[in-house]
């Protein structure tokens, strides 16, 4: 029985991993949207006005909530799994 928590501990960790690869990927787009729209002059912009100004910060704002929300699913899939890790360790009988 311990040998299967291990190899499921391993597979999460694996599955984590990527989940992590996933979510740093993110964060490098939202920092890299950030660095260009600092880079943006503040006074007369020189792109479509201020709509496009407006648009262009709305779609920095969606970027970084996404990569917030995913951090968050990140912390509940490993609290959950964890969850279930800690349950079957208190039950070793089950064997």
Do not use: W
Request: hydrophobic share 40%; no cysteine.
């Amino acid at each position: 029985m311990e040998q299967k928590i291990t190899e499921i501990i391993v597979h999460m960790s694996h599955s984590h991993g990527q989940m992590a690869r996933v979510i740093d990927a993110e964060r490098q787009i939202a920092v890299r949207m950030a660095q260009i729209v600092h880079g943006i002059p503040d006074s007369t912009p020189g792109f479509e006005g201020t709509d496009g100004l407006i648009e262009n910060a709305g779609r920095v704002n969606k970027s970084v909530i996404s990569y917030l929300n995913a951090i968050a699913d990140l912390q509940e899939a490993m609290a959950e799994n964890l969850g279930f890790v800690m349950k079957e360790m208190n039950n070793p009988d089950e064997e």
